[in-house]
């Protein structure tokens, strides 16, 4: 764990937007992301930026060995450190924007459950809509997103764009209860009932269309 850690900070120190947090997620918040994964059959399930596994470690026990588990990390070492801990898991390097591909190129049409480790709150509105849109489009209708935000900026402008997002593409979106443990503290989202894009926000639908067709064509 101590290893872990000290990379969580180098990397952090390296690029702190990209890493977001000096220190990995807390097992209180981590336990709050896998608690609503599903539990029956064999779900396929995505995980975006998970880091250093703070939450793969969760999910992992959550699935049991069912199923299918991928993740998406953009920095290269986390996802090598991934690789040595979770050989179970299909840890690939690459941005989220591109989960559709991922999916895709495994044979899956759709995934039953996205849990992603990614700040938004320190992304632009293009970011957000770009990775939302890409949600949107892989998770099966009535598939499970699951987001952690922490406290101290919940109330931000891209805090709250996001939290205006979600209830934009989601018809059931819950709040969970505060984790004092976490540093900082923090808390869990977790939207239900993707909507179809025409029962979707109109401004938040064009907007996310217009700027994944911008990032396609880029």
Same mark, same amino acid.
């Given at each position: 764990?101590? =290893?872990e850690?000290?990379l969580?900070?180098?990397?952090? +120190?390296?690029?702190?937007l990209?890493?977001?947090?000096? =220190? %990995? #997620?807390?097992r209180?918040?981590?336990?709050?992301?896998?608690?609503t994964?599903?539990?029956?059959?064999?779900?396929v399930?995505?995980? +975006?930026?998970?880091g250093?596994?703070?939450?793969?470690?969760?999910?992992?026990?959550?699935l049991? !060995?069912? &199923?299918?588990? *991928?993740?998406?990390?953009?920095? @290269?070492?986390f996802?090598?450190?991934?690789?040595?801990?979770? %050989?179970?898991?299909?840890?690939?390097v &690459?941005?989220?924007?591109?989960v559709?591909? +991922?999916? !895709?190129?495994? &044979? /899956?049409?759709?995934?039953?459950?996205i849990?992603?480790?990614?700040?938004?709150?320190?992304f #632009?509105?293009p /970011?957000?809509h +770009?990775?939302?849109g890409a949600v949107?489009?892989? *998770?099966a %209708?009535?598939? =499970?997103?699951? $987001?952690?935000?922490?406290?101290?900026? $919940?109330w931000?402008? %891209?805090?709250?764009?996001?939290s205006?997002?979600?209830? #934009?593409?989601?018809g059931?979106v819950?709040?969970?209860?505060?984790?004092?443990?976490? *540093?900082?503290? $923090?808390?869990?989202?977790?939207?239900?009932?993707?909507?179809?894009?025409?029962?979707?926000n109109?401004?938040?639908? &064009? $907007?996310?269309?217009?700027w994944?067709d #911008?990032?396609? @064509?880029?």
């Amino acid at each position: 764990m101590g =290893i872990e850690r000290n990379l969580f900070i180098r990397e952090f +120190l390296r690029n702190p937007l990209r890493t977001a947090s000096i =220190i %990995p #997620s807390s097992r209180s918040v981590a336990r709050c992301m896998a608690a609503t994964l599903p539990i029956e059959g064999d779900p396929v399930v995505v995980e +975006l930026g998970p880091g250093t596994g703070a939450f793969t470690t969760e999910i992992q026990r959550r699935l049991g !060995g069912r &199923g299918r588990h *991928l993740a998406m990390e953009l920095n @290269d070492k986390f996802a090598a450190l991934l690789r040595d801990r979770f %050989p179970a898991v299909d840890v690939v390097v &690459g941005d989220a924007a591109h989960v559709r591909r +991922l999916l !895709g190129e495994r &044979g /899956l049409d759709r995934a039953d459950a996205i849990v992603s480790g990614l700040p938004y709150a320190l992304f #632009s509105q293009p /970011l957000q809509h +770009l990775l939302m849109g890409a949600v949107r489009d892989c *998770l099966a %209708p009535d598939g =499970i997103f699951v $987001a952690f935000a922490y406290v101290h900026a $919940a109330w931000s402008p %891209p805090a709250r764009r996001f939290s205006r997002l979600l209830e #934009s593409l989601f018809g059931e979106v819950a709040v969970g209860k505060i984790v004092w443990a976490n *540093l900082p503290p $923090a808390f869990v989202y977790t939207a239900r009932h993707v909507k179809s894009p025409q029962h979707a926000n109109a401004r938040d639908r &064009g $907007a996310i269309d217009s700027w994944r067709d #911008s990032w396609r @064509d880029s």
